[in-house]
């Protein structure tokens, strides 16, 4: 019932937790750089209950097993709204939820009824039809757990046919939060059908929500995105296997030499100290280091006048962090024992705890797969026969249209986009009729790769370029201009770009790092 809200508030507010999470000494404002980005469809599957069916409630706090940063602040427990998001300020069991969206407040807002929190999908649930269930789980390993919360079929209030279903995720270390609407349905009968998809600070100052999900009466389907702050670029992640399961490994630090200044690695000494790091006093000689702590520790770096955190971490390789399918020491794909320095994708996740390891919207776990020849023998799926496994490759078919940008119903999963009907979706099949042009791709070259502040662009080929488009591997346009032969990218983020260039009829499509 909504009629008595200041009632049922005024009687529960004595038994409220006030714990909140431990905020860092730096200013929360600084935490304001927080993004959404579409991500891969993908549920897991959660089975301890969290609520019964008491409405507009909070449940009691429950532990997440592991530290999360939400915008500056450093939590181990949650409370869970009712009314479809997870509350970073924990609160008594039963207390209170706010149900009541205003369709002319979207976020950030002072005045928005919810803050400190994460919302799936804020609306006016009432699950006292007891039809729908809300529960949590905590899956993975450590260092790497994910904090799960399903809600599945909850009903609207108003509107008890009408039922939602979504999931929330919080990941260990990474401070990532992911949410899937698995079917989010809208009730037009109450407050206009208004939710929001978002996060938002302790003030209602600082906030940010999925594209087209900042209040409004919309439905979902299988849709999901991504909110994260940029990783820190101070610290420096070995990550190695540990064989004996004993926690301690030798770390080979002149890895991390060639990581940290390609080209010029004996700049680059290592310390264990971030004192004797600045003073350039008692360095490590022995570049075979083993962990002076078991599981992880941090030494420090000189890079040349910079002072960087080095994080040694030992990781048990008998397990799948990402949940992908591929064994955690598989994704060493450059063989140089650090798993952490793989990121194909280059969206600062590396591959081992990244679920769709090349960025093209199809999880890993649905492209690592067995393709049988004729002789009955099996081998990694590479579609185009590039030398590049699907779930490495950006353009799974060859045909010069990355896999992300197949998504003809734009709902963020290319593999459900089957224009012809043949039953094979569109990225697995080479729809491109004009002919490859490999030769005027030769002909015209971007360099250098990877670029720090210039790309530069080489047309041999006779051929005028109309234009030239810079995308993100989420298929965001972050720059074009017509024909250029150096284009500036030193405003751009560290990662894996694709260059679109097109002569005429011609689409020419090109990969970029930039450092």
């Known amino acids: 019932m909504k009629n008595n809200y200041l009632t049922r508030f005024s ?16 200013n929360i404002a600084a935490q304001n750089d927080y993004t959404v980005s579409p991500i891969p469809y993908q549920v897991y ?94 899956i993975g390993s450590a260092p790497y757990r994910k904090f799960v919360v399903m809600f599945d079929n909850n009903s609207h209030f108003s509107c008890y046919e009408i039922k939602s279903s979504f999931q929330m995720v919080l990941y260990e270390t990474l401070n990532i939060m992911d949410v899937q609407l698995i079917d989010k349905q809208v009730c037009l009968a109450w407050n206009e059908g208004s939710t929001v998809t978002g996060i938002i600070n302790e003030t209602g100052l600082l906030g940010i929500a999925a594209p087209n999900r900042n209040i409004g009466a919309w439905t979902a389907f299988h849709e999901g995105w991504r909110f994260q ?7 420096y992640l070995f990550a190695k296997c540990d064989d004996d399961a004993d926690g301690f490994v030798n770390f080979n630090l002149s890895v991390a030499q060639n990581d940290l200044l390609p080209g010029n690695p004996s700049l680059v000494t290592f310390y264990q100290t971030q004192a004797d790091a600045v ?93 049988r020849s004729a002789n009955g023998t099996n081998s990694y799926l590479d579609t185009d026969n590039d030398g590049i496994l699907n779930y490495l490759d ?6 010069e249209i990355l896999t992300i940008n197949e998504d003809a119903n734009a709902n963020n999963n290319p593999a459900d986009d089957d224009a012809d ?26 360099y250098p790769n990877p670029a720090t502040s210039i790309l530069n662009v080489n047309n041999t080929s006779g051929l005028t370029i109309s234009s030239i488009a810079i ?38 499509n090109y990969k970029f790092v930039k450092k």
């Open 229 to 235: 702050r940029p990783f820190a670029t101070d610290t």
């Open 45 to 138: 599957e959660a089975t301890a209950s969290v609520q019964g069916t008491m409405d507009d409630s909070f449940s009691a706090p429950i532990p997440l097993t592991f530290n999360f940063d939400f915008y500056g602040a450093t939590c181990s427990q949650v409370s869970v709204s009712t009314n479809g998001y997870i509350s970073f300020t924990p609160y008594a069991e039963g207390y209170l939820s706010p149900w009541n969206t205003d369709v002319n407040m979207p976020i950030p807002d002072a005045s928005f009824p919810v803050k400190n929190a994460f919302m799936g999908a804020f609306h006016d649930l009432n699950n006292a039809n007891a039809q729908g269930t809300i529960t949590y789980a905590v």
């Open 394 to 399: 950006s353009d799974d078919d060859g045909d």
């Open 421 to 446: 009907a043949n039953g094979t979706p569109d990225y697995l099949q080479n729809n491109n009729l004009a002919v490859n042009h490999f030769q005027d791709g030769n002909s015209i070259v971007i």
């Open 11 to 26: 009687v529960l507010k004595a038994v409220v937790v006030v714990a909140v999470c431990a905020v860092a000494p730096a």
């Open 279 to 371: 003073s350039l006093d008692n360095p490590i000689l022995d570049l075979d280091y083993a962990n002076a702590t078991a599981g992880s520790q941090t030494i420090y770096a000189n890079v040349d006048g910079e002072i960087k955190s080095i994080k040694l971490l030992v990781v048990d390789c008998n397990n799948d962090y990402d949940l992908d399918s591929v064994a955690t020491a598989d994704e060493d794909q450059n063989d140089d024992t650090n798993l952490a320095n793989d990121d194909t994708d280059g969206d600062g996740i590396a591959n081992f705890i990244d679920n769709d390891d090349d960025g093209d919207m199809v999880l890993t776990s649905v492209e690592y797969v067995f393709n």
């Open 471 to 508: 995308y993100a591997v989420n298929g965001t346009l972050v720059k074009q201009l017509p024909d250029a032969s150096s284009i500036p990218v030193a405003d751009l983020q560290s990662g894996l770009y694709f260059v679109k260039i097109i002569t005429g009829q011609k689409v020419l």
